[in-house]
């Protein structure tokens, strides 16, 4: 059975290590996902009111990975708007890149909660020596600020054939659109329900 992550406004990130069933129902503003099949929890930290949770496929670490899925919480009502983190995170792509390039973003309205999703690629990057292309999901939500991330790390790639499979470039399309936040105290902005 796929795991369910539920990331809780009160507590740490939680990768459940259990069936969604068998875990207490949090309570407040959270974010719901369920990760990739296989992977694994590589990093985790919490630096003033940000915490940062980084899963790989098994076998994989935070330092060597092929493919990486990152959740960013920024805690406190947020004050930029999704496109504003989007334009901030490409901003910084570009300054570690020998080239890059973005798809068109997309400013989305979800469970009531404002959004943007937006994909960028670093040809080569000047630190590890390596392409990169990552999916950006962004959810501004009333207690925090979520960011969302499914990147691949290969070969130096030239911009205008980018290394992506198209079926992988669809599956991080259907799991961003799987990724949710949500508030149960109240009817505005429902959770998911999940299995017993």
Not at 83 to 104: M, N, T, W, Y
Request: hydrophobic content about 40%; glycine content about 6%.
């Amino acid at each position: 059975m796929r795991l369910a992550v539920i990331l809780a406004a009160v507590s740490a990130l939680l990768f459940a290590a259990q069936p969604a069933a068998a875990q207490p129902a949090p309570q407040g503003e959270q974010l719901y996902l369920i990760p990739p099949l296989g992977w694994v929890p590589a990093y985790h930290t919490v630096q003033g009111n940000v915490e940062l949770v980084e899963m790989v496929p098994q076998g994989e670490s935070s330092r060597d990975w092929t493919q990486m899925l990152t959740v960013q919480l920024v805690k406190g009502a947020p004050d930029r708007s999704p496109e504003q983190v989007l334009k901030s995170q490409f901003d910084d792509i570009r300054q570690d890149c020998d080239d890059v390039a973005a798809g068109k973003m997309a400013a989305m309205h979800e469970n009531n909660y404002d959004s943007a999703i937006q994909v960028m690629a670093c040809t080569k990057s000047k630190q590890y020596g390596k392409g990169e292309i990552t999916l950006f999901k962004v959810i501004r939500g009333q207690e925090r600020l979520y960011v969302i991330s499914r990147a691949w790390r290969g070969a130096p790639f030239d911009k205008a054939h980018l290394p992506l499979p198209k079926a992988t470039g669809q599956e991080w399309l259907t799991f961003m659109q799987r990724a949710v936040v949500c508030n149960s105290r109240g009817l505005e902005h429902p959770c998911p329900r999940t299995k017993k």
